[in-house]
Each structure stands twice: as C-alpha cells, then as structure tokens.
C-alpha cells in the first residue's frame, strides 16, 4: 500500500498500524522532532509494557533532530530496560533511512519511505512511502536484519544516555544560534522577488504600459537598421581602410551610439558617455564589427571571447558595446549586458555579477548570463534576447522611477 499523506491514509495512522500488536519493533530515522517522538513515544510504551522490544536507531546529521525530542524517547528508555535507543554520530556521509518495521510472532510489516519521524512528516508533508507485509523467511525480512545488524555493529552509533543528551544539546545549541545568524545574513542578501513567479507579474505589468507596444515597434525598426549599419562598417574591413571607409565607420557607429546626432539604433541609453572615444578609432571599429560579425556565428563563450580580447585595446569599447555588437548581429544568441541588466535582473531575485565590465565578465560568465536571459526569453514569450532587453531595460527604469516617487 502506498501512504503519501494525501490519499486518505496518513503516515501516522499506517506507523501505528506497523506498531499495534507488535512483539518486536526496529525504527531507523534520519531526523527526530519533538511533533514524531511525542506520537511514537505513547505507542511504544503500550507495547514495551507487555513485553515487547524496542530498537530506534535516530541520526543527528545537520542538527535536524531536536533535543526535546531525545529526551522523550530517553524518558521511555530509562522505564523500559528493553528499550533501544542508539544515536547515529554526524559524517560526512548522512544517515539517511526512514524505516518501521515490526514482527508479530512470524509475520512481519514495514513502511519505507521518505517520511522522517516529524509532526510534518506524519501528517502533512508531501510524502511518499510503502506498506510491506512480508514473512519472516522473507528476502525482505532478510535485507532489512542484516541492515538493522549492520547499524548494531557499526562504531557510529552510540547509546543515548543523560550524558550524550546534554552533549548534543549544547552542540545543537551552538549551531541553531549560527544557523540563525547565517539565515538571518542569507535572507538580508538574497534579492527581493526571490520567487520568480515575480517575472510573470513584472511582465503583465509590461503588456498593459501604453507604451510598451509603440516602443517594441520602434526597438524591432531600429534594430533592423542596426543590423545594416553594422553590416556596412563589417564590409569596410575587405577593403582599404581610407578616410572614405573611416568616415563611414565613424558616422555608422555615430548612428547606432547616438551620439553627435546619430540616429541612437542600439537599446542602450548611455551608450555613447564611453563609447564615443571610439569614434577616435575608426580603423579599429572597423576590424572589431567585421571579428564580431564573423564571432557572432560561434556559440556565446567562444564569439565573446574573441570580441572581448579584440575590445579591451580600443579606447570606448566595453561590456555594453561589445554585446550590443553580438547581440544585433544574433539576437537570439547574445544578450546586451549592462548596468540596467543587473538592476533588472535584481528586481527579478536573479543574481548577477554586479559589475556589467570585462574584468567582472569573463567567456563562462557571459556564457551563463546568455543561457539565463534565454530563459526569461522563454518565460516571458519573447523572440529574442533583444526583445528580452527591452523587457529588462522597461523593469530598470520602471523600478527607478517607482524607488525615487
């Protein structure tokens, strides 16, 4: 029979199933709460009054079970002389097992599975675990003695007496105060929106601005213009790079940075405050569109390896502009990073390296950083990752605006 909380029949109700009538009793558990030894402990005192015999073997790895609850079952143990209770030392190797097992004469019933011996587990957890009547010449009953056995003989374990009690007990002390300060450091650190269910309200909230619509039309227009203004600076680098083919550069990388009264065809706002000394760089530029037209047919790592090597000479030239390069050349494989990214990706419980520059960036990194936006891309239904841009760029400064009201 399969127990999984859910169906009707709950943990606690087949646990007491395996222990009523029985004449011999094994439990093994992971973890022990106060909630599961104070509904065992009764059950096993019915049984251990009319003489039969109990074995518990309870792990203590990450400090999950509760002293309370040892000194529950310690209680039993000191009243009942044939009452087992043997505490597993902590390793590096968890004891891991959710077994109850009983005999009754030569018949014998079990429940494996994944419920550990807590209030939860019992009653209310999401758990599953099956009931095995099985004989005692049974390959079952078999496995699990030689198991229990094993667990006897095995130097890990050790009695559970007044004194490992009040070792464990300071020990568990020490770790829930660190736990708390650590959970307390954690909870402060993590970003708001942890759940990222929140992408999917950020983005109904992105379908109904008014603007939202107009503004993809004129970012899908750009973008096509880009891409040919990008082609056209790539070409140059087939020829002899004269002041014809320098001052088409200049003027094209005017027109997609925005500055000098160029047209501002790339996403990105601030792009030219740095980027304009590059326009100081023509032949460069040159080179670097043609690399970057070439790199950009290569998977995320290895095209952004090749361009970043090729952008940190060029005066300008960072993070921002190299993937604005990549990403209009193959959108759906490259993102824009930049510092909008990261507050965006912030905004959504998404962490992401803080400093949107080369030396922050590395190939793996941007690797990454690609494979993630892809996944918002799907999440949020978007074409591309520069459709995906524009939905992180709208979160940047909605949440700005909303942070300075």
Same mark, same amino acid.
């Given at each position: 029979? $399969? ?16 222990i ?5 009793i ?7 709460? /106060?909630?599961?030894?104070d ?16 074995? !518990?073997f ?6 999950l079970?509760?002293p ?7 209680e ?5 002389? #044939? ?5 597993? &030392? ?15 004469g %030569? ?16 009653q209310?957890?999401? %758990?599953?675990? @099956? ?11 078999t496995? @699990?003695?030689? *198991? ?28 829930k105060? %660190? ?6 450091? +954690?909870?402060?650190? !993590? ?24 503004a993809?039309? &004129?970012? +899908?227009?750009?973008? *096509?213009?880009?891409? +040919?203004v ?25 027109d997609?940075?925005?500055s ?9 706002? #601030? $792009?030219?405050?740095?980027? #304009? ?8 530029? $040159?080179r670097?569109f ?22 940190e ?9 190299a993937?604005e ?6 959108p ?16 959504l419980?998404?962490?992401?390296p ?9 190939p793996?990194?941007?690797? /990454? ?7 918002l891309?799907? /999440? ?6 520069? %459709?995906?841009?524009?939905?992180l760029n ?11 009201a």
């Amino acid at each position: 029979m $399969i127990i999984s909380n859910a169906n009707g029949e709950s943990h606690a109700g087949a646990i007491k199933s395996i222990i009523d009538g029985a004449d011999e009793i094994v439990i093994a558990v992971a973890f022990l709460k /106060r909630g599961g030894a104070d509904h065992l402990a009764p059950m096993l005192e019915e049984r251990l009054a009319v003489g039969a015999t109990v074995e !518990l073997f309870v792990g203590t790895d990450f400090f999950l079970t509760e002293p309370a609850a040892l000194k529950r079952l310690l209680e039993v143990k000191k009243r009942y002389s #044939s009452c087992s209770v043997m505490i597993a &030392d902590r390793a590096p190797a968890t004891f891991h097992p959710k077994v109850y097992c009983s005999r009754r004469g %030569e018949n014998w019933r079990s429940l494996v599975g994944s419920a550990n011996l807590t209030k939860g587990a019992l009653q209310s957890n999401e %758990e599953i675990s @099956l009931v095995i009547d099985h004989a005692n010449d049974d390959a079952v009953t078999t496995a @699990l003695n030689k *198991t229990f056995d094993r667990y006897r003989a095995w130097k890990r374990f050790q009695t559970l007496d007044p004194l490992l009690l009040q070792q464990y007990t300071s020990q568990h002390g020490i770790d829930k105060r %660190e736990r708390e300060r650590y959970e307390k450091a +954690r909870d402060k650190a !993590l970003p708001d929106g942890f759940d990222l269910r929140v992408i999917l309200d950020w983005h109904q909230r992105y379908l109904a601005d008014p603007a939202t619509s107009t503004a993809q039309a &004129d970012r +899908r227009r750009k973008r *096509t213009q880009a891409l +040919r203004v990008q082609q056209s600076i790539a070409a140059l680098a087939s020829h002899t790079v004269d002041a014809a083919a320098r001052k088409v550069a200049k003027d094209g990388l005017g027109d997609l940075m925005g500055s000098a009264g160029g047209r501002h065809l790339w996403g990105s706002g #601030s $792009i030219h405050r740095q980027g #304009s000394k590059a326009l100081e760089h023509p032949a460069k530029v $040159i080179r670097l569109f043609a690399l970057a037209r070439d790199a950009s047919q290569r998977p995320p790592r290895e095209g952004y390896a090749e361009i970043r090597r090729a952008a940190e000479s060029i005066p300008g030239v960072g993070l921002n502009m190299a993937t604005e390069i990549l990403c209009t050349f193959a959108p759906t494989q490259y993102a824009v990073y930049n510092g909008n990214t990261v507050g965006a990706l912030g905004a959504l419980g998404i962490a992401s390296p803080q400093y949107a520059q080369f030396h922050a960036i590395g190939p793996g990194s941007y690797e /990454r950083l690609c494979e993630t936006i892809q996944a918002l891309a799907g /999440r949020i239904g978007a074409a591309d990752l520069s %459709e995906a841009d524009a939905f992180l760029n709208w979160i940047y400064w909605k949440r700005k605006a909303e942070n300075n009201a």
